[in-house]
């Protein structure tokens, strides 16, 4: 039997459609579980916002579902970009663990650094 292996590209065009409604999906949800924190973004920037956050957990290899979300939805409410820090970088580069755990040590970071500033209400995990 002759087997064939399809390109990374090809499969990321495959899965595009997909990966697009669930981005609209948890956008959708984001804005009504919390409408304030994202009143002045448009649902198309919303959107983009998810997949900026859902591309970013991809390759920093963050694969537990509720970790993942935890980490799109801090994104778009709390840290725009968080995931760009240099800590975090070096964080995921340096740190031992798998890369579900070490993001979930990020998030607690920043859950930490939010209450010890006096913002603990907008923690919701």
Known sequence: MTTFKLTKRMLEVGNA????????KLAAEIRTSWPEPVAHLSDKQLVWMVG???DAAVRFGVKDPMIRKRWITVHALLVPFFFTAPGVEQLFA???GNPDDKAADV???IKVQFCEEGFSAQIWW
Do not use: D, S
């Open 52 to 54: 900026q956050a859902r």
């Open 94 to 96: 340096n740190a031992f």
């Open 107 to 109: 998030l607690q970071q």
């Open 17 to 24: 459609p997909y990966i697009a409604r669930a981005n609209a």
